[in-house]
Nanobody, 120 residues
Framework: QVQLVESGGGLVQPGGSLRLSCAAS????????MGWYRQAPGKQRELVAG?????????????NYADSVKGRYTISRDNAKNTVYLQMSSLKPENTAVYYC????????WGQGTQVTVYS
């Protein structure tokens, strides 16, 4: 059974930082592309950041980001801990959303989400 558990969300003021974690069980994440998505109230879920499979890219993790977060967010993985992270800095009120972790590209699994609220 595959399980993804996100953590690290919370309340933060504009300009602040948070680090989200996604702990996986039931799959070795080194074989899978991983992603972070977010869904704000009344909006569709959107990709925030992705990282390639560690194994399929000859251990050279490639990353991609939504234009709105480039330079402020960083996705990374710790294969030994089977965990993916999203470091977020210079947060803005419009970054408020539920953030979800995704495993895989074809057969996908999702976590339950963690709330990030940026308030002034």
């Amino acid at each position: 059974q595959v399980q993804l558990v996100e953590s690290g969300g919370g309340l933060v003021q504009p300009g602040g930082s948070l680090r989200l974690s996604c702990a996986a069980s039931g799959r070795d994440i080194s074989f899978f592309a991983m992603g972070w998505y977010r869904q704000a109230p009344g909006k569709q879920r959107e990709l925030v950041a992705g990282i390639s499979s560690h194994v399929s890219t000859s251990y050279l993790d490639s990353t991609n980001y939504a234009d709105s977060v480039k330079g402020r967010y960083t996705i990374s993985r710790d294969n030994a801990k089977n965990t993916v992270y999203l470091q977020m800095s210079s947060l803005k009120p419009e970054n408020t959303a539920v953030y979800y972790c995704r495993l895989g590209l074809v057969d996908t699994y999702w976590g339950q989400g963690t709330q990030v609220t940026v308030y002034s």
